[in-house]
């Protein structure tokens, strides 16, 4: 496992754009595909977005298309989420997670095979 501490969220306007960050502790992120999944209140944590651990391969939930960015930085152990076009309903706690990988390619697109996760960011999109 990998600790995970993930940041960016705030309050913007429907709209607007956040950028999150998840800051990743280790050596070895470079072998860990890396997540974004999201928590509103009285709902499932459902999955936002995914990078494989060379950032060659990206998945969207169809409800981001086209809005959302996942991208990574693996000189800096970071991984991040560009939101734009923000709409009230993206209201909800984001959580980066990781995946082991190794030296394959690896993107897992559920949560019961991420390892470790940050601690959640709350991002809130007003009307």
């Known amino acids: 496992q990998v600790q995970l501490v993930d940041s960016g969220g705030g309050l913007v306007q429907a709209g607007g754009s956040l950028r999150l960050s998840c800051v990743a502790s280790?050596?070895?992120?470079?072998?860990?595909?890396m997540g974004w999944f999201r928590q509103a209140p009285g709902k499932e944590r459902e999955f936002v977005a995914a990078?494989?651990?060379?950032?060659?391969?990206?998945y969207y939930a169809d409800s981001v298309k086209g809005r959302f960015a996942i991208s990574r930085d693996n000189a800096k152990n970071t991984v991040y989420l560009q939101m734009n076009s923000l709409k009230p309903e993206d209201t909800a706690v984001y959580y980066c997670?990781?995946?082991?990988?190794?030296?394959?390619?690896?993107?897992?697109?559920?949560?019961?095979?991420?390892?470790?996760w940050g601690q959640g960011t709350q991002v809130t999109v007003s009307s």
């Open positions: 997670a990781a995946a082991y990988s190794g030296y394959v390619t690896y993107v897992p697109l559920v949560e019961a095979k991420y390892d470790s």
């Open positions: 990078i494989s651990r060379s950032g060659g391969n990206t």
């Open positions: 280790g050596r070895t992120f470079s072998s860990y595909a």
